[in-house]
């Protein structure tokens, strides 16, 4: 068994009680937290494997990036500043109609690497080859839930079920969950078929939703219903599940997310820069829906920074509704949490508490930017960045600190392997 | 002398060539640059101090951060979430109301630390106790154009002129223009006297300008003029300067900018997480006026980040144009670099060629979010963070390299005299 304690701390739970522990212990036992507390009632006479010294630093659960294609890192910064039709018909689609099993495996790894210098620990990612998706999240220690991308031209009801019966109870890190990539890109017997196969296994359907105000047009003009209403109308939804993006749902939409129990997962740096708009993101908060936070894929976004997005959260909400009050740091941190856990089905990742996975972050408070300590978890909203990660550590095993990463892989071949892919393909 | 040499480098100089030298060198003679190339040419038999092996790092100009108000990082984190007037006149003025010269001093040399992690090289600052703030920088090696915050409650026409005197051409790293702190605070006199002031020194003078839609419609009302009409009926603008913020310039403001001659400091940071709205880049583009960044203080923004102010310039302007193509990234990074420059009159300090100031950063292209290279420059925009600043050179000196600081003063200490700052002025 391995033991690591973690001492001299400031603990940020993310439990119902909001407040700093100073002084903090956290310990860890295998992949799970034994105790978290100003250590008065510590268990004794424990012989730890490793004692970090936190040193007044921040201890918090791992950032839950719930939104991502971790697999398209070779097309960062490749396509920037087009249009989006051109940006997808000629730069994106070409290229990863020619990817192999080995060009993701590798992509995904570089991608896990930057989550782990911005303190994220499982990601819910929408991509092609879910073996090779789990492979590299298994083999770097790395938690990962994906779900399906299926849509006309790609994937099939057959693959999805394969995929939910291989890539769920078998590893801890990986899990599978049903999904769809768009209603624009999904005929009406797919969609029904799959929510036939969510019946079947009673499980949550997931998918991109009124990302652009063009998606709610379409759908309007070809059912006369939203995205979301033609979603739960095939009743994709009666079991939960969620959609990604939510920039335009209307009243009825909500309603509907109400009802059904289903997440938001917010984008906006994916929004931004591809000029989706600003979702109403208080409006979601008021109307009681759970959201949590991805960063959408190194194509679109260009990078995989938490804290980008978290400021981004609630810097378009102050903008959107045009008042400074509009969606608190606390909240956001909530969604990049907590929120974020209970979107993927990982109920044991949402908070640092005694039986939950040890999922967390130390963050640096000793940085200019951190400083003075006014208020600990605005500073990690409003000037935390990526410099302030000290220290992942994913189901107990530190994977990354002070710069250097335990991957049980070399890094500089990760950004080869990822280099060479997008140089086979540079000039299609 | 003092003599470095910078090789292996990718160097991007943000000359009219915008166009990376592979392999480059770069070397520094005291405070300037003496040869940038690729090496073919490099003066020979120079005996270096130190030479400095980029291994393919990218070298480029340091960014300017145009408008900032560095002394207000003791109220960092101290009052978000509030609308404006609460978050002013509750939170802000009563606390800046006690700060003493030398606390503007510390809480400036905290900036400055922050400054050099995020690769800026230059502030064009606006606050209290300027030679304080001269001495700070001065001390830090840092370089610092300040300018005037007049109003009718603070500062005076008079205090201007000495400091105009007094702190140019003292020390080539600090220099002082004109300023008012915005057409609301100050009283026609005011600015009338400012305006003579301007003649008698034919200088620019600088102001926050068109900020809130708010302040728009008061000066309509008291004046029938808007803020930059008002300002250039009194003569304010006859030998240049130019106006932070500018989110709400007319069409007739902008044509004033043009035959001025003025810059547009544009302010993304501050003016989302305000609330105050997004500014009409492009448009300013197409009318060809110069524009910087700038990420206002620490008090607003919460951070002082070139990085996060860069990805918003061009992912608010992508927003605000409903146009994913608008701004391109090349676009931003001279705003960041050449344009900051120009608006503090730091001709020297604006792109890396021979005799040119040696203020420069070298980013690690090594980080997962850099990789692969498609393209540095986007890349620099789009998926950079201050994690990648891996060496901050202000007039030839290295004041900040792989996380420490060489700034002539104890780190921790600077941090412990902000927090005590704050601390006397908690509770008030």
């Known amino acids: 068994m391995s033991r690591i304690k973690i001492y ?54 791992g950032f839950k990036n719930s939104h991502t294609h971790s697999g398209m890192t070779f097309l960062r910064s490749f396509a920037d500043d087009l249009p989006l ?50 492979r590299a999240s298994e083999e770097c220690g790395f938690r990962m839930v994906q779900t399906g991308s299926m849509n006309n031209f790609s994937q099939s009801l057959e693959l ?17 969950l049903f999904g769809y990539h768009a209603e624009y890109t999904c005929s009406k017997e797919l969609l029904e078929g799959l929510a036939r196969l969510a019946d079947r296994y009673k499980a949550p359907v997931w998918g991109h939703n009124s990302e652009t105000e063009n998606e709610v047009k379409g759908c309007l003009e070809r ?64 109307a009681g829906i759970d959201i949590a936070i991805g960063t959408d894929g190194p194509a679109s976004n260009n990078c995989l920074d938490m804290f980008r997005e978290m400021f981004l959260v609630t810097g378009l909400a102050k903008l959107h509704d045009m008042d400074a009050s509009s969606v608190d740091a606390n909240e956001v941190l909530k969604m990049a949490t907590v929120g974020g856990a209970r979107a993927m089905g990982l109920d044991d990742c949402d908070c640092l508490a005694k039986g939950k996975a040890a999922d967390l972050i130390i963050l640096d408070l000793d940085k200019p930017e951190m400083q003075p300590l006014n208020n600990i978890s605005k500073n990690v909203v409003y000037s935390g960045s990526k410099a302030d990660v000290k220290l992942t ?36």
Request: hydrophobic share 35%; charged share 30%; with cysteine.
């Open 8 to 61: 001299n701390a400031r603990i940020l739970p993310m439990t119902e009680d909001t407040a700093i522990i100073d002084g903090g212990v956290l310990t860890v036992e295998d992949d799970r937290i034994s105790y978290v507390g100003d250590g008065s009632d510590e268990p004794e006479g424990v012989q730890y494997d490793r004692e970090i010294d936190a040193k007044g630093n921040l201890v918090m659960p």
């Open 85 to 134: 039709d051109r940006w997808l018909n000629e730069a994106i689609f070409p290229r990863e109609a020619r990817l192999q099993d080995d060009d993701i495996y590798w992509c995904t790894k570089l991608a896990i690497m930057e989550y782990l210098t911005s303190g994220v620990t499982a990601c819910f990612d929408m991509y092609l080859r879910p073996y090779e998706i789990a």
């Open 160 to 176: 999805q079920e394969e995929w939910y019966n291989e890539l769920n109870d078998k590893n801890p890190l990986t899990s599978y």
């Open 223 to 286: 059912y006369g219903l939203t995205p979301t209403e033609f979603a739960d109308s095939l009743g994709l939804f009666a079991y939960g599940g969620g959609g990604y993006h939510c920039v335009y749902l209307s009243d009825n939409d909500i309603e509907i997310f109400k009802k059904r129990g289903l997440h938001i997962v917010t984008n906006p740096g994916s929004n931004t820069k591809l000029a989706s708009g600003i979702a109403p993101i208080s409006k979601y908060m008021r």
């Open 393 to 428: 550590m994913v189901a107990g095993r530190v994977l990354y600190e002070d710069g250097r990463f335990s991957l049980g892989e070399d890094p500089d071949r990760i950004k080869k392997e990822v280099s060479r892919v997008i140089e086979r393909m540079r000039d299609i």
